[in-house]
């Protein structure tokens, strides 16, 4: 009789596995029938600054045609220039033989993040002495203040008083390589008055 006991005892254990086993089977079967279901798409929207951008190779030849398309202007302006933009447009136009000032207000920045130290618009002590300088103004301080106006580019520093050669927007700009801004960091505040 206790055979007979332990021998249903089996049958139930084994009755209750085989339960079990046929329910993970059937478990398993079903998910595997069900195919992995994507992530929802989630709509991203980026925003991104658009600016102006100018190529300028010393001479500033494209700003002539960005020049006849305005005006004069007669107001002051407090404009910010960026170390990792190339020129950049000041909203200042200008009448030929116009004087105006240029006066740095606040703000540092460095033509080499994390190499550099930032600095003000004075710029650094490296002035490029080879043939193949790529700033626009290389035999002047890299990392210095520097505006345009037509074709002509100029050295503005921390300030200083200027005459307009001709009408034309009044760009400014890092003394820079343009295909050097990428680890430029930093920006400065400017205030122009005529």
């Not at 009789?1 to 339960?19: D, P, Q, T």
């Not at 300088?133 to 520093?157: M, N, Y």
Request: glycine share 10%; hydrophobic share 40%.
């Amino acid at each position: 009789m206790a055979s007979e006991k332990n021998i249903g005892f089996l049958r139930g254990v084994f009755a209750a596995i085989a339960v079990i086993a046929s329910l993970v089977g059937i478990y398993e079967f079903i998910l595997k029938d069900q195919a992995p279901q994507p992530p929802a798409k989630v709509p991203v929207t980026q925003i991104v600054p658009v600016t102006q951008v100018i190529a300028v190779t010393r001479v500033v030849p494209i700003t002539q045609v960005i020049l006849a398309t305005r005006t004069p202007t007669s107001s002051n302006a407090t404009v910010g220039v960026f170390a990792t933009q190339g020129w950049q447009d000041s909203g200042i136009v200008l009448a030929s033989g116009e004087q105006f000032r240029i006066e740095y207000v606040s703000g540092r920045w460095t033509e080499t993040k994390g190499e550099l130290a930032f600095h003000g618009p004075e710029g650094s002590d490296y002035i490029c002495s080879f043939a193949t300088c790529c700033e626009p103004l290389p035999d002047q301080p890299k990392g210095a203040l520097i505006g345009a106006l037509g074709a002509k580019v100029f050295l503005i520093r921390r300030s200083g008083s200027f005459t307009s050669g001709g009408t034309g927007v009044l760009l400014l700009r890092m003394n820079d390589c343009d295909d050097a801004l990428g680890d430029n960091a930093g920006s400065i505040v400017v205030r122009i008055e005529r």
